[in-house]
């Protein structure tokens, strides 16, 4: 399995929608990728949150019927990074009610090579503590995992990388593969690299960590989006936050060949 990160960049010149279809263009050349991940709110902006409100959007809202259709065109399985969802009924119970009773959630979405929307997954751990997206979004409370052909994905989202039962519980429930997009700021990239590879060695599993390019509301990115594979070994780096795609090679058997040959797992007591 071949997997492409593109860690695009978010200008703040240029307009939602032509980052839109810039990334939908950045999708459909990478026919050579069984995989194709994007980051976090890379619509937007990850800190860009005063257009939270109005960059919000339905799960077939459309960067959902862009990127859909990129992934048909591509024959791709596309993991599109996560969307500020706007969805109906109110909140979690430490969420904000937005208008009309609506809540935001920052929102993976997930389509097979068919463009129809495989899964998503509302990102469960919010980062800002007292301000921010703590604030202005509602909380997911469900571990999210897919299948493709293959192996099996276990989704989660930027901040979640910090939390590492949450991992336990995506292996637990087949995941052989984690995929994690982020908004990473520049000044912690150290952890971003470091915890990668920790949630990759833990849990016996590939890691596929795409961060974004540039700078949103005056904080810089990290980038060094990241293949890691299941022994903690780095298959592929950004070097930089430029603009640019990181391809990797996956074999699904490895898991199950390191799972066995050093069965880790099965010797966990606490859980």
Not at 21 to 50: C, I, K, M, N, Q
Not at 134 to 150: D, F, Q, R, Y
Request: charged share 25%.
């Amino acid at each position: 399995m071949r997997a492409s990160l593109i860690q695009i960049g978010v200008d703040p010149d240029e307009t939602v929608e032509a980052r839109r279809a810039r990334a939908a263009a950045l999708v459909r050349e990478r026919t050579a990728s069984d995989l194709v991940v994007l980051p976090e709110l890379w619509t937007v902006g990850a800190f860009s949150f005063d257009s939270f409100e109005a960059g919000a959007e339905p799960v077939d809202g459309p960067t959902a019927r862009a990127l859909s259709e990129a992934a048909r065109e591509a024959r791709v399985w596309l993991h599109a990074g996560s969307i500020v969802e706007r969805a109906a009924g109110p909140g979690g119970p430490d969420g904000p009610d937005g208008p009309d009773g609506t809540a935001l959630y920052n929102t993976s979405l997930v389509f097979s090579p068919d463009g129809e929307l495989a899964a998503s997954y509302r990102k469960i751990h919010r980062f800002g503590f007292d301000r921010g997206e703590a604030t202005l979004m509602s909380a997911g409370a469900e571990p999210v995992t897919v299948a493709l052909p293959g192996t099996t994905l276990g989704l989660a989202t930027c901040y979640d990388l910090r939390f590492p039962e949450l991992f336990r519980a995506l292996t637990d429930a087949g995941a052989q593969a984690l995929v994690i997009p982020a908004g990473w700021p520049a000044r912690r990239a150290s952890h971003w690299s470091l915890l990668a590879r920790a949630r990759a060695v833990e849990n016996q599993a590939y890691v596929l960590a795409c961060g974004t390019a540039g700078t949103h509301a005056d904080v810089p990115q990290a980038g060094r989006s990241v293949i890691v594979d299941p022994w903690g070994e780095t298959l592929a780096e950004a070097p930089d936050a430029e603009e640019r795609v990181v391809t990797a090679d996956l074999d699904p058997a490895y898991v199950a060949k390191v799972r066995e040959e050093f069965p880790v797992l099965r010797d966990r007591v606490l859980r």
